[in-house]
C-alpha cells in the first residue's frame, strides 16, 4: 500500500498510528506527497489536494483519514479499533469526530498565521481557538483514563493533543486541565505515538 503523505499533517499522523496499532506498518509505503504550497503530487490520486490518501494493494485510492483508518481496521481482525456496532462503535466515532474538528480548527490557525499580515482574520484566528478550547473542554467526558483497548477514538485524540502540543504549545487552550494532560502523559509515549511524532 502506499500512503501519499506530508510529515507534519496530523491527519497523516492518525493514518500512521493506526496502521503501527493494527501491526500494517511494514506494509504501507511511504509517498512524500507536501500539499504545499501546490498539492501536484498527490491531486494525481486525491483530487482534493489533501493528504492523506491511500492507494490500496489492489489499486483503490481511499482518503480522508476516517475512511482510511477504518480501512485499516478492517484488514485484520486482531485488536479492532472500532466496535462493530452499537453504543460502542458511536462513542469512539464521536470522540474521532471531537479530535478532528480540534485538527480542522488547529490547523485553520495555523494557515491564518501563515498568510501576510495585511491578510490575516484575528476573528477568523479567534473563532478557531474558541473552538479548539471548547472542545479541548469536552475531552474529559470521552476520555477514560486506562481505557483499553486504545481505540481509534484514543488515536484521534493524541493525534489532535500533540499536534497542539507541536504547532500551538505556548497557547492557553485547555490541554493543561489535569485530566486532559494527565491522560495524555500516559498514552503519548505509546510506540505508535513516538514511531510518528514530527520532528
Known amino acids: 500500500m502506499q500512503l501519499f503523505h506530508s510529515p507534519t499533517s496530523p491527519?497523516?499522523?492518525?493514518?500512521?498510528?493506526?496502521?503501527?496499532?493494527?501491526?500494517?506498518?511494514?506494509?504501507?509505503?511511504?509517498?512524500?506527497?507536501?500539499?504545499?504550497?501546490?498539492?501536484?503530487?498527490?491531486?494525481?490520486?486525491?483530487?482534493l489536494g489533501k493528504v492523506p490518501a491511500l492507494v490500496t494493494d489492489d489499486g483503490l485510492v481511499l482518503y480522508d483519514s476516517p475512511v482510511i483508518c477504518e480501512y485499516l481496521d478492517s484488514l485484520s481482525p486482531a485488536r479492532p479499533l472500532l466496535p462493530p456496532s452499537g453504543t460502542a462503535r458511536w462513542r469512539v466515532l464521536r470522540l474521532q469526530a471531537l479530535a478532528d474538528g480540534i485538527l480542522d480548527a488547529a490547523v485553520a490557525v495555523v494557515l491564518e498565521r501563515r498568510r501576510p499580515q495585511a491578510e490575516r482574520s484575528a476573528a477568523a484566528e479567534q473563532r478557531a481557538l474558541a473552538a479548539i478550547r471548547r472542545s479541548v473542554a469536552a475531552l474529559p467526558d470521552e476520555l477514560r483514563p486506562g481505557a483499553s483497548p486504545f481505540d481509534l477514538g484514543q488515536i484521534a485524540a493524541a493525534v489532535a493533543l500533540g499536534y497542539l502540543e507541536f504547532r500551538l504549545g505556548g497557547e492557553s487552550i485547555g490541554t493543561d486541565a489535569p485530566s486532559v494532560r494527565d491522560w495524555w502523559q500516559d498514552v503519548r509515549e505509546r510506540p505508535s505515538l513516538v514511531a510518528t511524532r514530527p520532528a
Open 11 to 47: 491527519y497523516v499522523r492518525k493514518v500512521r498510528v493506526v496502521a503501527l496499532e493494527k501491526g500494517l506498518g511494514e506494509r504501507v509505503t511511504l509517498v512524500n506527497a507536501v500539499p504545499w504550497p501546490e498539492p501536484t503530487a498527490v491531486a494525481a490520486v486525491n483530487p
